[in-house]
């Protein structure tokens, strides 16, 4: 199935048009410039380009706990680190139930570990403004 996913309330529609509960994963980051990069990445980086996506804090939500982004920006102020994009993935229930918190805790774990190394193609970024990012 092909979804077209253009805002955050697509992504919250989707997700609760799913025929088996979800809970979505966010993990929070910013972005950091790597202590061994070069000087022309350090120019690029400068100008707003580049970097290395640094995870700062991470949770889960059922996609009913949610009805908008600007009140999953406002649960991440409580933690006190500014953030710049923020990665989102579903994990999907079974047999009608949804997925455990340590499903979730180990899935957040692994997109985790996938960000800082840079494999995050399989997730949705989206800036603090909620709109959806195309990283290349």
Do not use: C, Y
Request: glycine share 10%; hydrophobic share 40%; net charge negative.
């Amino acid at each position: 199935m092909t979804m077209n996913i253009s805002s955050f309330e697509d992504l919250l529609h989707v997700a609760r048009q799913q025929p088996e509960p979800q809970r979505l994963l966010f993990v929070f980051t910013d972005i950091e410039l790597p202590d061994d990069s070069t000087a022309e990445q350090r120019a690029r980086f400068q100008a707003g380009e580049g970097g290395a996506f640094v995870p700062l804090m991470s949770v889960d939500k059922k996609p009913e706990e949610l009805d908008t982004f600007d009140m999953l920006v406002e649960e991440s102020r409580q933690f006190g680190r500014d953030w710049a994009v923020v990665f989102v993935a579903g994990l999907s229930g079974r047999g009608g139930r949804a997925p455990t918190g340590d499903e979730a805790d180990r899935s957040l774990q692994g997109m985790i570990e996938a960000i800082k190394t840079g494999a995050f193609g399989a997730f949705l970024p989206f800036d603090r403004f909620g709109n959806p990012l195309l990283i290349d």
